[in-house]
């Protein structure tokens, strides 16, 4: 809470070098004949920044470095063999020491050692405290003298503040950058370490996936085999491809050529509610409703289809992608130049065969773009498979039976318990890497044929 | 596009008068009825598609409030409860006395707690329902499984809070068993031998009488919004945890994806020069906008969690990762705001004399904000109904309490539903599901409402 009110304090001091940095400008200003290089603001802007920026630096140093300086002056202080407890030990007589110098107290009778270490960490917590603020004080009122002192009309105020300004906005749109960094390193760096245990080959090759029964170290002769699940997640894509590809792309056509315009102005957004909703909430639905429905169906016409399988899960996720198929084609249907319509339907062709050899032709590379980014959609869906696919990680071609996907198994290795060093969990890596590079792969194929498609009509 | 365009399909073909009908002219005539036949086809595929679309939004929609609108309401009894000062046997509640640590006040407020905790509060509630049911008094064992395990809790609860409650008669709101609930509302078939059932005949009986004398109604469910999860008393596990575990991912969301993604997006549309490092940026912006959730989870596993040792199921950590995941989302939005903005408008402020950021920060960017709104509003909404990346940071644990800061253990409305779809009691869980579901929906369609609101109402063409 302390902390809060330092910041608070902070800004409250910001507010008051801005005013003295706008005053003191004016002040300036009204003496001088030359006209000042920038508005007051900004002058008032390049106080407040001095001032309150460096402290802000020293106090977030401070608060990261400082608690573990404590902590090892009190470890150095301890008796010996307290000392030389375990971690978690040490951790509970810290906690013990700090509720004592906070003034809580502890229920039984505290140690003479810890009473010191006590002493000594309220000692050097009120010190540590004092001489933080006095530095920050000092950078901050240093800060706000020595700017307000340099104000002149020869002070390029704005070009400065706005350079601080750019600056922020460089180091804001780098974070994209580090994200993707962060995802490829720290994927590579767990599958590295879990290569160590399995070897790729046996991983990318191998057909059965079994984690449990192999132990750590030992490898698993083809326990981790990719196939399956791989096979899984292609099957169960396959079948949300065959719904949402040709009902979307329909509803693509329909809405562009042939919807008259109350109908596209209700049934759009309608339809791209589908897109909005949750996918948890599309697992729910197929789980409770769907499943059953298709297991019904398959009793009334003797076949055997689990309630969770391949098609359940695909069908459900076909629905899910339905809009996104279709606002994609929609866009790019509506892209075609109207001269080539014009040019079909003059020749006397009916509007469907024009769409069917005019349109469509012309569209067909923005259209399997479409269709790339609605199957790497498809790939890395997660919360339908997990409720509705059945999770059986077996190699069979049955759409009617349970499937187990690359997705599920990572969810399936990395609940729980988060052990970072059995192959169990850091397969989870391996798995994602691949994900990650297959999806990238459609990604980045599908754009660059949407891209190479749009020049072609500009 | 589809009112001016020519319709063959209606229009007659026209006889070719004064000239020699060809026997090519025949041919097309004679192929006519098949290819206006087609037309019609592939015209009735496309509505049918559309319509299937429609109809899909509206089973989803259906079934699931059908579902889930009942779970509102709850099977509640309301009776009046005697605080016997036979039964409830504890000392006044301990108070800071001279030369006492707060420590040891604190452990004798445990002590006394504990104490309270002892008392048979069962028997406080048997007795009550023993009231209403004198010919239960034999059989109190049974009796007690009409109200859910948790109220003796809620009991000692109230009694903490107010010790003054001691030899009073209070009236209270106790919530039915959850079995009890799916007996009453209809979702067990009742003509299921008893060895099917989930209650013994008594109590089936008992909760019917209760029923029709009114002790028992079905009332709005508080409990449903103000209670944490709970495993032991089923019909009193709640969403407030999972409410709160999602503010909280919320507000990180709007305080860290919104102002880097805006920022980011003004830098790279209004500043950034063209060269590599810029078509680099932007890339790998587009690549990771369609980079699958679940891979953001792995990043916050192995990044937040192994690296940085952040706690696990932490909203914190949830938020950070939600927020990585949102940001190509509001960058891509702002720029395409920042697109559609004319340049005119920038001409005009630099020919006037202002200077680039004061071009973009006076007068680009107040007219794009409705636009960077609407998409902010789109992304925060989108990252509070993601399920996958949260799995995978420890926030499916469960958790039995409110988090009072965001680096207390939570869960999140999306997770909560992925825990309750699970629960083994499913005649009770999926109606409760559905409840959450909806609440869900209710407020990802009140932000959506909000940001189609603010498009409509601040739009501008230019």
């Given at each position: 809470?302390?902390?809060w009110?330092?910041?608070?304090?902070?800004?409250?001091l910001?507010?008051?070098?801005?005013?003295?940095?706008v005053?003191r400008s004016r002040?300036?200003?009204?003496?001088?004949?030359?006209?000042?290089?920038?508005?007051?603001g900004y002058?008032?802007?390049l106080?407040?920044?001095?001032?309150?920026l460096?402290?802000?630096?020293?106090?977030?140093?401070?608060?990261?470095?400082?608690?573990?300086?404590?902590r090892?002056?009190v470890i150095?202080?301890l008796?010996p063999?307290?000392a030389a407890?375990?971690?978690?030990?040490?951790?509970?007589i810290l906690?013990?020491?700090?509720?004592?110098?906070?003034g809580?107290?502890v229920?039984?009778?505290?140690?003479?050692?810890?009473?010191?270490?006590?002493?000594?960490?309220?000692?050097?917590q009120?010190?540590?405290?004092?001489?933080m603020?006095?530095l920050m004080?000092?950078?901050?009122?240093?800060?706000l003298?020595?700017?307000?002192?340099?104000?002149?009309?020869?002070?390029r105020a704005?070009?400065k503040?706005e350079?601080?300004?750019?600056?922020?906005?460089?180091?804001c749109?780098?974070?994209?950058?580090l994200?993707t960094?962060?995802?490829?390193?720290?994927?590579?760096?767990?599958a590295?370490?879990?290569?160590?245990?399995?070897?790729?080959?046996d991983?990318?090759?191998?057909?059965?996936?079994?984690?449990?029964?192999?132990?750590?170290?030992?490898?698993?002769?083809?326990?981790?085999?990719?196939?399956?699940?791989?096979?899984?997640t292609?099957?169960?894509?396959?079948?949300?491809?065959l719904?949402?590809?040709?009902i979307?792309l329909m509803?693509?056509?329909?809405?562009?050529?042939?919807?008259?315009?109350w109908?596209?102005?209700?049934?759009?957004?309608?339809?791209e509610?589908?897109?909005g909703?949750?996918?948890?909430?599309?697992?729910?639905f197929?789980l409770?409703?769907?499943?059953?429905?298709?297991?019904?169906?398959?009793l009334?016409?003797?076949?055997?289809?689990?309630?969770?399988?391949?098609?359940?899960?695909?069908?459900?996720?076909?629905?899910?992608?339905i809009?996104?198929?279709?606002?994609?084609?929609?866009?790019?249907?509506?892209?075609?130049?109207?001269a080539?319509?014009?040019?079909?339907?003059?020749?006397g062709?009916?509007?469907?065969?024009?769409?069917?050899?005019?349109v469509?032709?012309a569209?067909l590379?923005?259209?399997?773009?479409?269709?790339?980014?609605?199957?790497?959609?498809?790939?890395?869906?997660t919360?339908?498979?997990?409720?509705?696919?059945g999770?059986?990680p077996?190699?069979?071609?049955?759409?009617?039976?349970?499937?187990?996907?690359v997705?599920?198994?990572?969810v399936?290795?990395?609940?729980g318990?988060l052990?970072?060093?059995?192959?169990?969990?850091?397969?989870?890596?391996a798995?994602?890497?691949?994900?990650?590079?297959?999806?990238?792969?459609?990604n980045?194929?599908?754009?660059?044929i949407?891209?190479k498609?749009?020049?072609q009509y500009? | 596009?589809?009112?001016?365009?020519v319709t063959?399909?209606?229009?007659?073909?026209?006889?070719?008068?004064?000239?020699?009908?060809?026997?090519q002219?025949?041919?097309v005539?004679?192929?006519?009825g098949?290819?206006?036949a087609?037309?019609?086809?592939?015209?009735?595929?496309?509505?049918?598609a559309?319509?299937f679309?429609?109809?899909?939004?509206?089973?989803?929609?259906?079934?699931?409030?059908?579902?889930g609108?009942?779970?509102?309401w709850?099977?509640?009894?309301?009776?009046?409860?005697?605080?016997?000062?036979?039964i409830?046997k504890v000392?006044?509640?301990?108070?800071?006395?001279?030369?006492?640590?707060?420590?040891?006040?604190?452990?004798?407020?445990l002590?006394?707690?504990?104490q309270?905790?002892?008392?048979?509060?069962?028997?406080?509630?048997?007795?009550?329902l023993?009231?209403?049911?004198?010919?239960?008094a034999?059989?109190?064992?049974l009796?007690?499984?009409?109200?859910?395990?948790?109220e003796?809790?809620?009991?000692?609860d109230?009694?903490?809070?107010?010790?003054?409650?001691?030899g009073?008669r209070?009236t209270v709101r106790?919530?039915?068993?959850?079995n009890?609930d799916?007996?009453?509302?209809?979702?067990?078939?009742?003509?299921?031998p008893?060895?099917?059932?989930?209650?013994?005949p008594?109590?089936?009986?008992?909760?019917?009488t209760?029923?029709?004398?009114g002790?028992i109604?079905?009332?709005f469910?508080?409990?449903l919004?103000?209670?944490?999860?709970s495993?032991?008393?089923?019909a009193?596990?709640?969403l407030?945890?999972?409410?709160?575990?999602?503010?909280?991912?919320?507000?990180?969301?709007?305080l860290?994806?919104?102002?880097?993604?805006?920022?980011?997006?003004?830098?790279?549309?209004?500043?950034?020069?063209?060269?590599?490092?810029?078509?680099?940026?932007?890339?790998n912006?587009n690549?990771?906008a369609?980079?699958?959730?679940i891979?953001?989870?792995l990043?916050?596993a192995?990044?937040?969690?192994?690296?940085?040792?952040?706690?696990l199921?932490?909203p914190?950590v949830g938020?950070?990762?939600?927020?990585?995941m949102?940001l190509?989302?509001?960058?891509?939005?702002?720029?395409s705001t920042?697109?559609?903005?004319?340049?005119s408008?920038?001409?005009a402020?630099?020919?006037?004399?202002?200077?680039?950021?004061?071009?973009?920060?006076?007068?680009?960017?107040?007219l794009?904000?409705?636009g960077?709104?609407?998409?902010?509003?789109i992304?925060?909404?989108?990252?509070?109904?993601?399920?996958?990346p949260l799995?995978?940071?420890?926030?499916?644990a469960?958790v039995?309490?409110?988090p009072a800061?965001?680096?207390?253990?939570?869960?999140?409305?999306?997770?909560?539903?992925?825990?309750?779809?699970?629960n083994?009691?499913?005649n009770?869980?999926?109606?409760?599901t559905s409840?959450?579901i909806?609440?869900?929906?209710?407020v990802?369609?009140?932000?959506?409402?909000?940001?189609?609101?603010?498009?409509?109402?601040?739009e501008?063409?230019?």
């Amino acid at each position: 809470m302390n902390n809060w009110i330092m910041i608070g304090a902070l800004l409250v001091l910001m507010g008051f070098a801005y005013q003295f940095g706008v005053l003191r400008s004016r002040s300036v200003a009204a003496r001088v004949v030359v006209r000042m290089h920038s508005r007051p603001g900004y002058y008032g802007l390049l106080v407040a920044l001095w001032c309150g920026l460096p402290a802000l630096a020293v106090f977030l140093l401070w608060s990261m470095v400082e608690p573990s300086m404590i902590r090892s002056v009190v470890i150095e202080q301890l008796p010996p063999e307290v000392a030389a407890l375990d971690g978690n030990q040490i951790n509970v007589i810290l906690r013990r020491v700090e509720s004592i110098a906070s003034g809580f107290g502890v229920s039984d009778q505290p140690a003479a050692y810890e009473l010191a270490a006590a002493a000594r960490v309220s000692e050097l917590q009120s010190t540590g405290r004092l001489s933080m603020v006095a530095l920050m004080a000092a950078l901050a009122v240093g800060g706000l003298v020595f700017t307000l002192r340099k104000i002149s009309p020869a002070l390029r105020a704005r070009n400065k503040v706005e350079s601080v300004v750019q600056t922020l906005l460089i180091v804001c749109s780098t974070i994209a950058i580090l994200t993707t960094i962060g995802i490829v390193l720290s994927m590579l760096g767990e599958a590295m370490r879990f290569f160590q245990f399995v070897s790729p080959v046996d991983f990318f090759f191998g057909t059965v996936w079994n984690p449990r029964f192999s132990t750590v170290g030992a490898g698993g002769q083809g326990q981790f085999g990719l196939l399956p699940l791989l096979w899984g997640t292609i099957m169960v894509s396959i079948v949300a491809l065959l719904i949402a590809v040709p009902i979307g792309l329909m509803t693509a056509i329909y809405m562009a050529e042939y919807a008259p315009g109350w109908l596209r102005s209700i049934a759009k957004p309608v339809i791209e509610v589908l897109a909005g909703i949750p996918t948890i909430v599309y697992g729910f639905f197929a789980l409770v409703t769907v499943g059953p429905f298709f297991h019904g169906l398959g009793l009334a016409v003797g076949l055997d289809i689990r309630a969770t399988s391949a098609l359940t899960a695909g069908v459900v996720m076909g629905i899910m992608i339905i809009p996104f198929v279709s606002s994609l084609s929609d866009d790019i249907i509506t892209q075609v130049p109207r001269a080539m319509r014009d040019g079909s339907l003059g020749l006397g062709a009916t509007k469907a065969e024009t769409i069917r050899n005019v349109v469509l032709p012309a569209a067909l590379p923005g259209i399997v773009g479409a269709f790339l980014l609605a199957a790497s959609r498809a790939i890395g869906e997660t919360m339908i498979v997990v409720l509705a696919a059945g999770n059986s990680p077996v190699l069979h071609a049955n759409p009617f039976e349970a499937v187990s996907t690359v997705t599920v198994t990572i969810v399936n290795q990395l609940t729980g318990d988060l052990d970072f060093a059995s192959p169990q969990s850091l397969v989870a890596f391996a798995l994602g890497l691949t994900l990650f590079v297959i999806t990238l792969a459609l990604n980045v194929v599908a754009l660059y044929i949407v891209r190479k498609y749009r020049e072609q009509y500009e | 596009m589809s009112e001016q365009a020519v319709t063959p399909d209606t229009s007659p073909v026209a006889p070719l008068s004064g000239r020699q009908r060809t026997p090519q002219h025949a041919l097309v005539q004679k192929s006519l009825g098949r290819r206006h036949a087609a037309e019609k086809r592939f015209r009735a595929a496309g509505l049918s598609a559309v319509l299937f679309g429609l109809a899909m939004v509206a089973l989803l929609f259906i079934t699931i409030f059908a579902k889930g609108i009942p779970a509102f309401w709850q099977a509640t009894l309301e009776i009046p409860v005697h605080f016997d000062p036979e039964i409830v046997k504890v000392e006044p509640r301990p108070q800071l006395q001279a030369g006492e640590t707060p420590a040891q006040l604190r452990d004798r407020e445990l002590a006394w707690q504990t104490q309270v905790t002892m008392v048979n509060w069962n028997r406080v509630i048997e007795n009550a329902l023993i009231e209403h049911l004198p010919e239960a008094a034999s059989k109190r064992a049974l009796v007690r499984r009409l109200v859910t395990s948790g109220e003796r809790f809620g009991l000692r609860d109230m009694f903490v809070a107010n010790p003054e409650l001691l030899g009073q008669r209070v009236t209270v709101r106790l919530l039915a068993d959850a079995n009890v609930d799916v007996w009453l509302k209809g979702n067990i078939d009742r003509d299921l031998p008893d060895a099917q059932q989930q209650l013994p005949p008594e109590v089936r009986q008992w909760a019917d009488t209760l029923y029709e004398r009114g002790v028992i109604a079905m009332k709005f469910s508080t409990s449903l919004f103000m209670n944490p999860d709970s495993r032991s008393s089923l019909a009193s596990a709640g969403l407030a945890g999972a409410i709160m575990g999602t503010l909280y991912m919320m507000l990180i969301v709007i305080l860290i994806a919104v102002p880097v993604g805006v920022a980011s997006a003004i830098y790279l549309e209004e500043y950034a020069p063209r060269n590599r490092f810029t078509d680099l940026i932007e890339v790998n912006i587009n690549n990771l906008a369609a980079v699958p959730s679940i891979i953001f989870g792995l990043l916050g596993a192995a990044v937040f969690i192994n690296w940085f040792k952040m706690p696990l199921s932490a909203p914190i950590v949830g938020g950070l990762v939600l927020s990585l995941m949102t940001l190509p989302t509001v960058i891509i939005a702002t720029r395409s705001t920042l697109k559609a903005i004319p340049p005119s408008i920038r001409q005009a402020a630099l020919g006037i004399g202002a200077s680039k950021t004061q071009t973009i920060f006076h007068h680009v960017l107040p007219l794009a904000l409705p636009g960077i709104l609407t998409g902010a509003i789109i992304g925060v909404a989108q990252a509070i109904g993601e399920t996958a990346p949260l799995l995978l940071i420890g926030m499916s644990a469960f958790v039995a309490s409110v988090p009072a800061t965001p680096l207390d253990q939570a869960t999140a409305l999306p997770v909560q539903i992925y825990l309750w779809q699970g629960n083994e009691l499913r005649n009770f869980f999926e109606a409760r599901t559905s409840a959450a579901i909806v609440v869900l929906l209710a407020v990802m369609i009140s932000m959506n409402a909000l940001a189609i609101l603010l498009r409509k109402r601040f739009e501008q063409r230019w």
